[in-house]
Every structure is written in C-alpha cells, then in structure tokens.
C-alpha cells in the first residue's frame, strides 16, 4: 500500500514536472537587474539574464552615490568602471568567477597596459576572453568602459 | 546546430557575412546599418531617420527569425559621432520601451559607407 503510494506520488510529479518543462521551452524567462540607484529614464538595462546568461551593459567611471564620473585618470576610472560591473554582477547573483567574456573600449590604445594591471586583479585566475580597442569617444567622455558576459 | 537568416525584407549583407545566425536559442544579427532594403543605399536624413531605418532593419531580422524585440537581450550602438548620443536614444526607446536590453554604446571613427549608426543585436528565445 505504501509502495504503491510512492509510486503515484513520483508518476503525478514526473507529470507535472514535465508539464513544467514544456511550459518553459514556450516562455524564457527574462530577468532585468536594475541597482537602487539606476536612473528610470535610461532605455538599457544594467543587465538582463536569460538561461542562466547574464549580459551587462557597458560600464563608465560613473560614482553610484552622485551619478558623475570619478575625479582622476585612467587608473581610478578602471577601478571605478570594475567596482561597477561587479556590483551589477553581484546583485543578480553571480560572481567575477562567472564572466565568459569582456568587451574593453579605451579612449586611447596609450591605456592599455595600465587597465590590464588593475583589471587583472578582478579577474586574478582564468580570467574571461576578451576583445579590446581604441575607439573615438565615449559616453560622459569616459576614458574607459567594459561590458560583460557571465554564465553560470 | 546553427541557422542562417536571410530575408528580404533587411538589407542583403554588404560583405562576408550573414544578416543573423541562430543557434542553441541564441540569435546573433549582425551589425544593421541605416540600408534601405529596396534600393541597397543609405537612407537620406538625420541620426533620426538613420536610427529608424536601423531599428527597423533589426526588426525585419527578428522577425524573419521568429523573433522580436522583447527577445533581444543586448545591443552594442556604434555611433560615427558621441554628439548623437541622446537623439539616437530616442528613437531607441521606441523600439525598446521597457525590460530594454542590456546595452554597450560609443563613437567610433568610420562606419561602413558612411553610416552615422550600427547596431549590432543578441536575441534569446
């Protein structure tokens, strides 16, 4: 009796486990991670996650507390721009450990050596693949801005 | 598996490439440029109209790949100039008015024939 108890129980949540499944392959679910203090009328997330996938947007030098750039050069903006994605990172739950893949715009290809020395201590182990290059300008008049990929 | 996308409807592509490739659930459209889909060339008018023409280029991938905008989840915007930053931002909204992707944007220093704008999409289904 009990056995076969068991067995009705496991067959109703084999059921509807796969009831479940098939829900899902219809609707992914999409989660938007915003930070306290992100401004409402901006039209991009600071990240969005779909199947265990998050994607980041870009990140600047912007102070979280006044919504400027940080004082200094291009070291205090790296470490600004990586204080930043890592908190975007963290509030949806992931870690630096998770991201696959970063896209590194400099103002100036005369940067790169000093941001890979602070970069590098946010990524201190298999740190993630990555494309970086010089461009015209940035948003604010950023020296600096990274965008990321993390899975999980 | 991948698939490639091809529809008439978005421009046919300038070069090497494919307007989007599917795979795993994951649609890569490749960077759309303000094209006119009928007439091959660049669209006359503003960071305004060349925006539309892009947005609607993306839409037409999308769709041809039974996707839409509410599945996309990150855009990178290449600007020809950062001075076009908001106006192009508001066009963007558009298209994009809640849940909006996660986003990269910057200025860089030439565009493929002269675009003021590309925009380059990842769509999760």
Redesign the interface.
Known sequence: MKRSLIIIAALVLFVSFTFDTGNQEKK?V?R?ITLDNTPVK???????E??N?L????QIAVDQATGKLVEGKIGEQTLQVLKNLKSVIEKAGYSMENVVKC?V?LSDIAFYSTVNQIYMEFFPKDPPARMAFA?????MGALI?I?A?AAR | MKKIISTLKAPAAIGPYSQAVEAN?ILFVSGQIPINPDTGKLIEGGIAEQTHQVLRNVGAILNDAGYSFK?V????CL?G??AD?KAM?EV??VY?PE???????????GLPMGAMIEIET?A??
């Open positions: 992914t999409r938007v901006r039209p991009y997330s600071p990240a969005i779909v199947n996938t994607y980041v947007s870009g896209t715009l461009v015209k300008d940035l948003p801005e965008d990929i | 659930g599945d989840v990150k855009s990178t600007l100039d950062m930053f931002n963007y909204s994009y849940k909006q992707p996660a986003r990269a944007a910057y200025a860089v220093k990842i999760v289904k």
